[in-house]
């Protein structure tokens, strides 16, 4: 089955820069479209990033050209690059896989999957 470990997270300054990284496992990496959700608290979770299998990438709106996402097969690894950090990029940041890169086919897919995140907090 699925397992998803982030990790990467922590507590920076507004203007600062984190690094995400997620560990996959369980799932046809080479076919499959990984992703980046976060979660603020009492807000619905969000997909923020995306990668198709052919590496074509895709960000939402309020973290584009802030975020970068990006992954290396070799070690089954996914990453979000994080610059320019902002208060409202506050949130528990969850990586996952899905089919597609919709948002919900991922969320389906993700279904009793999610791993425990990782907390960003930006002052």
């Known amino acids: 089955h699925v397992q998803l470990v982030e990790s990467g997270g922590g507590s920076v300054q507004a203007g600062g820069s984190l690094r995400l990284s997620c560990v996959a496992s369980g799932y046809d990496y080479n076919s499959d479209c990984m992703g980046w959700f976060r979660q603020a608290p009492g807000k619905e979770r969000e997909k923020i990033a995306g990668i198709e299998s052919n590496g074509k990438t895709g960000h939402a709106v309020s973290v584009k050209d802030r975020f970068t996402i990006s992954k290396v097969n070799a070690n089954q690894t996914l990453y979000l690059q994080m610059n320019s950090l902002k208060p409202e990029d506050t949130a528990l940041y969850f990586c996952?896989?899905?089919?597609?890169?919709?948002?919900?086919?991922?969320?389906?897919?993700?279904?009793?999957?999610w791993g425990q995140g990782t907390q960003v907090t930006v002052s």
């Open positions: 996952a896989v899905g089919p597609t890169c919709s948002t919900s086919a991922m969320r389906s897919a993700m279904r009793g999957y």
